[in-house]
Structure formats: structure tokens, C-alpha cells
């Protein structure tokens, strides 16, 4: 019995009908596959993130059923991640991730647009709950030009590749793992924990409560630029967990161009991105139409139809200097229906530095700072106003002004395993409302890899 028939058949029990579609198709081009012989056939890696943080009171001129609570709160996460992946064929990577996690969030996770923690799901709780988070093939085809080395990784075997090639991505995958990934400011495990830090506040990329899809990307890869497009499944509702299946009619479309460059000696990267999602959502307009003529206040989940929401980002990365890095990114969206995914941000603003620690004889510990400014459409304003609630924001009226953030934390690597980060949050109009707050935030970070 061949090895590709083993994995097949271990494989039949995870979701039959996604998975004969992943391999037959990975088993019908595989043999056209040019790879370098890997320096690694297989890996099993494991990491574990607990993060505390808390929250001092704040003033606010009056709070909603969707409010940010004004009293002192603490809050906890705790992840645990499994990486085990191997070789089945010749350019060809498999990968599970089995995951565990945990979360108590600030005012049951309502209240922001740019919520504190990167870490917190938005189906935790205080017991820890058992899943998989991904389980995906990666077919690699070399298109030649010289080769390039790929250092072992999470999800990532180590080995030689040709700098120019294709990439084909395909089942249970989070889209943060190929699109909008920024050196600096994209992991909450290691860097900044604010949502807005992760990835394009304004995309509302499409993912479970947990923050992974069912889909499929493609790359093509040189030394200087790279094109990556890809298609995911959408949450059945806004911001479930069960993913509808039926990606033909209700998905998230992405696509993203990235050129490389280098300027003084230093190098950097520039990524556009743009975005399409279908789904049924309600719209603001819709929701304040009917309202008028009820009376009542705005409600989304009375006027759900389906609609599309389109956004683009532009997302810049540049080493100033070998120690020191700057980061950037603009997204907005039409803002013209509900989140379905991610968050309640219709426009942001973000750029930072993280510096290394070479200055003061600790070259693996990192500093960083960082600012974002978070919006809203005018309809999405406007429905917030007139008392109506989204998933997270809802203070009852809005006295709209663009949420602030400040970001900074101090990274110190303890061990060769274990880092130990101080993260320190200043968030003013939170919620986009100038009647409440700031608001301020500490927290401590435990990461381990092994």
C-alpha cells in the first residue's frame, strides 16, 4: 500500500467532502512538482501563550447594552498549539494544528473596535476547549531562477526552494497565514496584542469565531514581487462559529500584490491588498429606512439580505536600520453592512517601530511602540446613533469622534524557549464615542516555544 494511500485513508474521517476535493486535486498535478531535496521531512512543534491583562475604571457620560463596562476589570487568555506536519511527495507539505484555548475578555468582549487582546476568541470561556485549528495541504511547483532557503518554522519545513514559484494552498487555514503578514506587527503570540496591529483593522477577513477558514490561495513568488489570490469560506452568521459550506455564494474573495525593495542599504516591503465579501448581512441604510417607519430603534438582524462589502489596504514594512524597524498600514471598507468576522472598524490608520535590543546588550529582546486610528462609514455612524447595536458596539447614542490607540511593550526573552512582554494600552474614544473614556490597559504576556 503506497504512503498516498495511508494518508488518504487517515484522513477520511476530517471533513470527507473538502478533503477528497484537496487531494485529488494535489494528487492529479503533485507529479509535476520541482522541489528541492528538504533539509526536513516532517516536524512537531509546540507553542503556549498565557496573557493577563487588566483594566482601571474610566469615566463615561452613560453606557449601553453594548458598552465597554466603566468599572476595574481583569482579563486572561490562554492558547496552546500543536504544529505537526511532514512531506507526503516532492514539493508537497502537510500540516495539523491541534489547538487549545482559553479567555475571560473585558466586558464580554464589547465596547471596541480595537479590542486588547489578539489572543481572545470570540467563542472562549474560562474552561479551555479543544479543536483543530488548521489542517491544510501546501503543493510548492519551482519555476527556477536560483534557489532560496526556508528556515524551519511553525507550519514551515525547513529546506531549499527555487525563488521563483508557484504555491497552492488548500483546506483549514487562517487567511492572516498568507495574506497582510508584516515582520513587525502581525503575531499577538510575540508582538502587539491590539486587534488593530494583527492585520487591516477594515478587512472583515473571512474566518469562524476563531479566526480559521475552509479555502484555497495561490502564489506566484520571485525575488522582487509576489501575487497571492484566494477564496475562504464565510461564517454561517455574523461572527458564528459554524462556516457555511456553500462557497460559491457566500465567501470572502482576497487578493494581494507585494513588491519588494531596497532603499539606503535597507530593505522593505510594500503589499496592496483588496477584498470582496458575499453574505448575507444587513445593511445600516436598510436598518434606519425600517426604523423610521416602526420607530423602534435600527436593527440589523431585521433587514439581512445579501450583500457584498469591498475594502483595500496598503501595508508597508522597512528596516531603518539592521536594529530598528518601521511598519505602516491604511485599510478601509464601504462600510455599508454589518462586520460579519472580524471586527467594527471601517476605516484605520496604524504605523509604529519595533527595536531591538542590541543598543543594551539584549539583542533577542524587543521594544515597541505603536499608534492607530480607527473610524467608522457615515451610516454605520449614523445607525449607532440612533441607538442601534452591532456585535460589539452598541452605548445606547453616539457622540462619534475616531478611536485612538496607543500601543507599547517590552519583549524579554528569559530563556531560549520563553519570552516575557509588559504591554501597556491607551485607548481614547472608545467605541468611537467622545463621551466615554480613556480607557487604559496592562498586561503581562507568557510565550514559550518548543
Not at 158 to 186: C, E, Q, W, Y
Not at 276 to 282: F, K, S
Not at 344 to 352: F, H, P, Q, V, W
Request: aromatic share 12%; net charge neutral.
Amino acid at each position: 500500500m503506497s504512503s498516498t494511500h495511508v494518508l488518504v485513508t487517515k484522513m477520511k474521517n476530517y471533513h470527507a467532502n473538502r478533503i477528497d476535493f484537496v487531494f485529488t486535486l494535489m494528487l492529479a498535478t503533485c507529479v509535476h512538482a520541482r522541489a528541492a531535496e528538504p533539509d526536513e521531512s516532517w516536524q512537531l512543534k509546540l507553542q503556549t501563550t498565557v496573557i493577563f491583562q487588566h483594566k482601571p475604571g474610566f469615566a463615561a457620560a452613560y453606557s449601553g447594552a453594548n458598552s465597554l463596562v466603566t468599572n476595574r476589570e481583569n482579563s486572561r487568555t490562554a492558547t496552546a498549539t500543536l504544529y505537526a506536519g511532514f512531506r507526503p511527495w516532492a514539493g508537497g507539505e502537510f500540516y495539523v494544528n491541534p489547538e487549545m484555548a482559553l479567555g475571560v475578555p473585558f466586558s464580554e468582549l464589547k465596547g471596541l473596535g480595537g479590542f486588547t487582546n489578539g489572543e481572545i476568541a470570540r467563542t472562549s470561556g474560562a474552561d479551555p476547549t479543544f479543536y483543530r485549528a488548521r489542517l491544510f495541504l501546501r503543493q510548492t511547483w519551482g519555476l527556477g531562477n536560483g534557489t532560496e532557503r526556508v528556515e524551519s518554522d511553525a507550519n514551515q519545513l525547513a529546506g531549499t526552494v527555487d525563488a521563483n514559484r508557484v504555491v497552492l494552498t488548500l483546506g483549514n487555514v487562517s487567511p492572516l497565514d498568507i495574506f497582510d503578514d508584516n515582520k513587525f506587527s502581525h503575531d499577538p503570540r510575540r508582538s502587539f496584542l491590539n486587534w488593530s496591529l494583527m492585520t487591516h483593522g477594515a478587512w472583515d477577513y473571512p474566518a469562524d469565531a476563531r479566526g480559521y477558514s475552509w479555502g484555497a490561495a495561490l502564489e506566484y513568488v520571485t525575488p522582487l514581487w509576489a501575487l497571492r489570490a484566494g477564496r475562504f469560506e464565510q461564517p454561517k452568521d455574523s461572527n458564528g462559529l459554524p462556516l457555511n459550506s456553500r462557497i460559491m455564494s457566500s465567501y470572502g474573495d482576497v487578493v494581494e500584490f507585494e513588491r519588494g525593495y531596497r532603499l539606503a542599504g535597507q530593505t522593505g516591503h510594500v503589499k496592496l491588498l483588496a477584498f470582496r465579501n458575499q453574505a448575507v448581512m444587513g445593511s445600516f441604510s436598510d436598518a434606519i429606512t425600517q426604523s423610521t417607519l416602526t420607530g423602534a430603534a435600527p436593527d440589523l438582524t431585521q433587514v439581512r439580505a445579501s450583500h457584498s462589502k469591498r475594502g483595500a489596504g496598503i501595508n508597508l514594512e522597512h528596516e531603518l536600520r539592521d536594529d530598528v524597524g518601521l511598519f505602516a498600514r491604511a485599510s478601509a471598507a464601504d462600510g455599508r453592512t454589518e462586520t460579519f468576522a472580524f471586527t467594527e472598524i471601517d476605516r484605520s490608520l496604524s504605523a509604529g517601530t519595533v527595536i531591538k535590543g542590541a543598543r543594551w546588550q539584549r539583542s533577542a529582546d524587543e521594544l515597541g511602540i505603536a499608534v492607530v486610528i480607527n473610524g467608522l462609514s457615515s451610516s454605520h455612524r449614523d445607525y449607532l446613533a440612533r441607538g442601534g447595536q452591532g456585535f460589539f458596539l452598541g452605548d445606547g447614542r453616539l457622540s462619534y469622534h475616531a478611536e485612538q490607540i496607543l500601543e507599547t511593550f517590552y519583549s524579554f526573552k528569559a530563556s531560549k524557549q520563553l519570552w516575557i512582554s509588559f504591554d501597556y494600552q491607551h485607548i481614547g474614544n472608545p467605541g468611537y464615542n467622545a463621551d466615554r473614556g480613556p480607557v487604559n490597559f496592562f498586561g503581562i504576556r507568557l510565550h514559550a516555544e518548543l
